[in-house]
């Protein structure tokens, strides 16, 4: 019958590599379970995630007023005082001559506070009287589109400029503006100003294209670059589908529709301006997270 050999008859060097062995086997097993354990948890965490999320591809940026100033440095760079009067918000040092890096180092209304871009729109004014919005959120959206689509969604590439709806319009029909009244469904939606009951807010809505034609930043009309999209996907032009941009204002007034105008005239003048300078890894981390997926996301662009 066999025998283990005595530890006596094996040599000192032999044991000592034997039971370094040992160990490092030991080692490796205990190092795999916690690695296992560890992985299991997030897995977990995102099926409960998954299972818990609004299904609404968003994530928004609140912009509060900054400041009102005759320029425009998308139509007219370079050029103080060149355009009609505009209230400007998110980034606080937006001018006329406002190129992307000083926006990439700028302060910001914005929440959150790493969305640095520039967003602005022709004053409202009452009685010829300055108003401005008492809330200012600008939505990025993934709507609009078929669900592969919106699978695909790409971020704005950082320094995109981009103008929506027509401040030179002349009338309902040459205008992508919607007017209505906070908390007042009752009163029909209108191109043009409408009358808001005492309790409500003036509200504009303006959604932005969101398909891009994937090389240009700005284009000679600061609109071409990007186009809508039709029956439900981007055209061959514009194949880059990036997540719809939607101005949403709440004006602290109401009544009497012809005491309103903008600084580019009747209601349906509306028009949206927007210059991208979110940090890259930033914007791109909630078009994966939000719009993809399909997740209602918050300020910080995590889940709700």
């Known amino acids: 019958m066999d025998r283990a050999a005595p530890l006596s008859g094996i040599p000192r060097r032999l044991r000592l590599a034997t039971a370094i062995g040992a160990l490092l086997v030991l080692l490796g097993t205990y190092l795999v379970s916690t690695t296992n354990r560890a992985d299991a948890a997030p897995g977990r965490a995102g099926a409960d995630f998954g299972a818990n999320a609004i299904r609404v591809a968003e994530f928004p940026a609140d912009c509060t007023y900054s400041h009102r100033l005759p320029d425009d440095p998308i139509v007219f760079p370079g050029l103080p005082g060149a355009s009609h009067m505009h209230s400007f918000f998110g980034s606080t040092v937006t001018n006329a001559r406002t190129t992307l890096p000083d926006l990439v180092n700028s302060p910001t209304t914005c929440n959150p506070r790493v969305d640095v871009s520039s967003y602005w729109v022709p004053t409202l004014y009452r009685d010829n009287v300055a108003v401005e919005p008492a809330i200012a959120t600008f939505y990025y959206l993934g709507e609009g589109v078929r669900a592969d689509v919106v699978a695909n969604t790409q971020p704005f ?4 400029r981009l103008v929506a709806g027509n401040a030179k319009a002349t009338g309902s029909n040459d205008s992508i503006a919607r007017w209505s009244c906070l ?28 398909c891009w034609n994937g090389r240009d930043l700005d284009s000679p009309d600061h609109k071409s670059h990007l186009a809508y999209p039709v029956n439900q996907a981007c055209p061959s032009t514009h194949p880059v589908h990036v ?15 012809s005491r ?14 927007f210059f991208n300078a979110w940090p890259v890894a930033e914007l791109a981390r909630r078009v994966q997270d939000c719009i993809r997926p399909v997740i209602k996301c918050g300020h910080d662009g995590r889940p709700i």
């Open 183 to 210: 908390h007042a469904g009752h009163v029909p939606p209108s191109k043009d100003f409408v009358n808001c009951p005492s309790g409500t807010m003036l509200e504009s809505y303006l959604d932005f294209p969101q």
């Open 157 to 160: 590439p950082l320094g995109l």
């Open 243 to 257: 997540p719809k941009l939607r101005q949403v204002l709440r004006y602290p007034v109401t009544g009497d529709p």
């Open 260 to 273: 309103f105008r903008l600084a580019s005239g009747p209601g349906y003048t509306m028009h949206g301006d």
